[in-house]
Each structure stands twice: as structure tokens, then as C-alpha cells.
């Protein structure tokens, strides 16, 4: 789960030629605005910001929000930096620790505290209920880190709720629910013979030990047989015929969950 | 309201067949860029292959009012299908790094199956723009509670601020709330707010009369 977000900016570089040219700016900004997020006003800061100005806006808000918490911390200021900074009154503040700025209420969320704009909400225009939910649990991912990862609820004004494992709905103003089931297991097998690569060149990076390991990577045989069975879709155990993509217990049929060597 | 379900018309789910797997020494060379490339192919022929039908729909019913947050959700969780995937044989590919491009090229293909069923996308830029940011919201919805996330986030982040990337970053998301005829200093606005807000009159008075009656006590 540490491999989340570090690593971005090596890997934004070395993306070359696969990252189109126009969506090079957008990336830096999606990678910039997440990490600066997290690391200051949260996810209720980033809602409340987009909720009042717009996604761009409240992007950028978030952004300059995080500038201005952090250089109390580090102390550099050029550019919009340090913009930021001289907003802020805080050009060349080296002498701040980040300890003096989570007192001052700089750099913690939680003092700061969700703004009037994420109480209003953001309207979810269109919700979606979409394939794989399953999916969305799963530790030791990327988009699957929490441990409560996998249900993710956004409920009309501006709520987003997490619990449980593997459904994601959102309720907004025309809800589309989506079964692609089955559509899992096409995933799996269109990423088999990356997965089979990616196997092969981890393997062969990580020595002796774990190459000596079974080759048969996840344990997965992409015939299908012998593991899980696959349930037709609406299925009359479904307790909400609309989110009838999902499964109890938010498994996904078509989902191979089979026993890993390595333990993932 | 919800819609109907529409998963009964899905169609079968055909065996890909597997290719022959690719000598040692060529595995150990590829490139980031290919292992991206093959992921990405994976992505489209799930997209345009298994789940056509499906995003086909979804995409004519959202419409263009609903098209970002449709694509949002969607790329999510397709790139949630992957990275839990991918993290079973190869954990260290699945990164932010990683997935963050993989999003761009779901997003584009998403469009492009939306385009084909009539969806209007008029101002392309816009719609990437929104489309990937809405992602991240998602995503921080997710990991924002988790310490160690926030961690690396402050870490990473204040590299962004130290060579250069946030100002790149900054400039580019006020040219573009120019180019959109928003005003670029809501940004700075907008993160004073985030920051400190605004407090109501009624709240300041209270705060104000606590100060002045602990003052008049001592």
C-alpha cells in the first residue's frame, strides 16, 4: 500500500510517448492536486472546494490550499509557490516546523475542518453503478488500499460513504445501473497475457527465491474451471433489483478469487 | 431514480486465447512504456470488446450533463479491476504512476464509445480535464483516511513544490480557468476558504463574548 502514491513523478516521466501530449499538464495536476490534498485539507477540503468553485476551481483551490499549508513547513517560495506563500504571509517561513503549522491548524484537515461548501454538496449528476464492483476491495492495491475499501456510496448532496466490500453507487439524478457481469472475467482474461509478463519480469527482478516459486501466477487457470461458479445476473437473492450487478458479498462473478502462492 | 438493471443482455464471456509467452530476457527489458501498452490494449478490448454493450448504454444515458462523472466512475472502477489484478502477480506495478496514465487512455476510449453512441462532447479538453480530476476525488474519497497515504502524500508533495512540478501544475490550471472564462483567482480564493474559513457573524460573537468574559474574569 506504501507503493500508492509514491513513485508518481518518476513514473509520470518515464510514461514517454504513452501519455498523450495534451493530457501531460492534466496529469501533473491530477498527481500535484491529489498528493497536496491528502496531505492538507482531505477529501472533505477537495469536495467543499469542487462543490464551490467547480472541479477546475476547486482543483486549483485545493492545490493552492496545499501550497500554503506546506511551505510553513519547507520554506521555499518562487513562482506560484510562492504566490501561495505571500498570500499567505508566509514568504520564507523556514522557521515553521510542520509541528508549529498543524498548531497554528495549517496542515491538518481535521482542524481545519470540512467547509460550508462540502455540507451543501456537490450534486452527483448521473450516478453510475457500474461493472466489477467487486473490484473495488482488495488490499495491497493501488484504488483498492482501505481497509474498507470496495463500497463506495455517494449519495446525493455531496455525501461519500465507505463501507463494507465491493459496491459502488452512486445515487444522483438519474441513476444507471450497469450489469456487465461476466465483464470481470473479460478484464482478467484481456489482462492475462499482460498479467503473465508482468508476472515474469517481477519474478525475474526478485531473485532466485521467488523465481524458484510456482510459475503458475495467482494460481489462476483462464480456462475458468474449478473456481468460482458463475451466477447468472438478477439472481432472486438480489436484495436491490437495481444494484442486481452486484453480488452478495460483492464478489463478481467471472472473478477468479483463487488461492495465490504468494499469499495475495 | 434506478433504472432497470440491464445486465441480463450481456453476452458471453469469450476465452481469449493466451499468446505465447515472450522469452526471459525480453520480459527483464521491457520498458514501462510497453508494460503500459499492453495494459492499455487489455483495457480497450475489454472496453470495446465485453463490456461495449454495457459502457454503450451507460454513456447514452448519462448523456453529455452526466458524461464527466459517468466516465469518472467508470475509469475508476475499471482501473480498480486492474490494479487488483495486477497487484496479485506483480504488486510493484501497480502505482499511482502507473495508473494514473492507464486513466487517461481509459478515459479516451470511454469517450470514444460514448462519441459512437451520440453523445455530444463539445469541448474535448474540458471533458479529459473534469473527467480525470473527478477520478482523483474518488480516489482521495477512498485513501483520505489512511495515515500512511497521507504520509507519502505530504512527501511527495512537498517535492512537487520544491522542483517546480506544483508551480507547472498551478500555472497550467489557472491558464486553463482562463481559457474556461472563470476567474484564475478563485484558486486563490478558494484555498484562503480551505484554509480558513469563513467564519459567521453569529459564531465570531459567540467566540468574541468567550474571550471577553474569560478577560473580565481574570
Request: glycine content about 16%; hydrophobic content about 40%; charged content about 15%.
Amino acid at each position: 500500500m506504501s507503493k500508492i502514491v509514491k513513485g508518481v513523478k518518476k513514473g509520470l516521466k518515464k510514461v514517454g510517448k504513452f501519455v498523450k501530449k495534451n493530457w501531460k499538464p492534466i496529469l501533473m495536476v491530477a498527481a500535484v492536486a491529489f498528493t497536496g490534498g491528502l496531505a492538507t485539507v482531505g477529501f472533505a477540503g477537495l469536495q467543499g472546494a469542487i462543490a464551490a468553485n467547480g472541479i477546475l476551481g476547486g482543483i486549483g483551490s485545493t492545490m493552492f490550499a496545499g501550497a500554503t499549508s506546506m511551505l510553513g513547513t519547507i520554506g521555499i517560495g518562487s513562482g506560484a509557490a510562492g504566490t501561495a506563500a505571500a498570500a499567505a504571509g508566509m514568504q520564507g517561513a523556514t522557521l515553521m516546523t510542520g509541528a508549529a503549522a498543524q498548531a497554528m491548524g495549517l496542515a491538518s484537515s481535521g482542524l481545519i475542518g470540512p467547509p460550508t461548501a462540502a455540507q451543501a454538496g456537490s450534486a452527483s449528476v448521473g450516478a453510475y453503478t457500474g461493472p466489477g464492483s467487486s473490484f473495488m476491495g482488495g488490499g495491497g492495491s493501488l484504488l483498492g488500499g482501505s481497509s474498507q475499501a470496495g463500497q463506495m456510496v455517494q449519495q446525493g448532496a455531496g455525501q461519500m460513504v465507505q463501507q463494507g466490500a465491493g459496491q459502488m453507487v452512486q445515487q444522483g439524478a438519474g441513476q444507471m445501473t450497469g450489469g456487465s457481469q461476466g465483464t470481470g472475467g473479460g478484464l482478467l482474461k484481456s489482462l492475462a497475457p499482460w498479467a503473465i509478463q508482468a508476472g515474469g519480469a517481477y519474478l525475474a527482478n526478485r531473485g532466485q527465491e521467488e523465481a524458484d516459486r510456482p510459475k503458475g501466477l495467482w494460481g489462476v487457470d483462464f480456462n475458468g474451471d474449478g473456481f468460482e461458479a458463475y451466477q447468472p445476473w438478477g439472481a432472486p437473492n438480489y436484495a436491490n433489483p437495481g444494484i442486481a450487478a452486484m453480488r452478495p458479498g460483492g464478489r463478481m462473478p467471472g472473478l477468479i478469487d483463487a488461492w495465490s502462492p504468494y499469499g495475495g | 431514480m434506478i433504472q432497470q438493471d440491464q445486465a441480463n443482455q450481456m453476452p458471453a464471456d469469450p476465452m481469449q486465447a493466451q499468446p505465447a509467452p515472450q522469452d526471459q530476457a525480453s520480459l527483464i527489458d521491457a520498458s514501462d512504456e510497453e508494460q503500459l501498452e499492453l495494459m492499455a490494449d487489455a483495457i480497450s478490448d475489454y472496453i470495446h470488446g465485453d463490456a461495449r454493450e454495457h459502457v454503450a448504454t451507460s454513456m447514452a444515458n448519462a448523456g453529455e450533463e452526466a458524461l464527466v462523472d459517468t466516465l469518472a466512475a467508470m475509469s475508476y472502477q475499471i482501473l480498480t479491476m486492474v490494479s487488483d489484478q495486477v497487484a496479485k502477480s506483480a504488486p510493484e506495478t501497480v502505482t499511482l504512476d502507473v495508473l494514473l496514465p492507464l486513466a487517461t487512455v481509459t478515459i479516451d476510449y470511454l469517450i470514444e464509445v460514448a462519441e459512437a453512441v451520440g453523445v455530444p462532447v463539445p469541448n474535448m479538453l474540458d471533458v479529459q480535464e473534469d473527467s480525470l480530476l473527478r477520478m482523483i476525488e474518488i480516489h482521495m474519497a477512498k485513501v483520505g483516511d489512511d495515515p500512511e497515504q497521507k504520509a507519502i502524500a505530504d512527501e511527495m508533495f512537498k517535492e512537487y513544490l520544491e522542483d517546480g512540478s506544483f508551480d507547472d501544475a498551478a500555472g497550467y490550471v489557472q491558464q486553463r480557468l482562463k481559457d474556461r472564462g472563470q476567474d484564475p483567482s478563485v484558486m486563490e480564493e478558494g484555498g484562503k476558504e480551505l484554509l480558513a474559513p469563513k467564519q459567521n457573524q453569529l459564531s465570531a460573537g459567540v467566540q468574541q463574548g468567550l474571550i471577553d468574559q474569560s478577560g473580565g474574569m481574570s
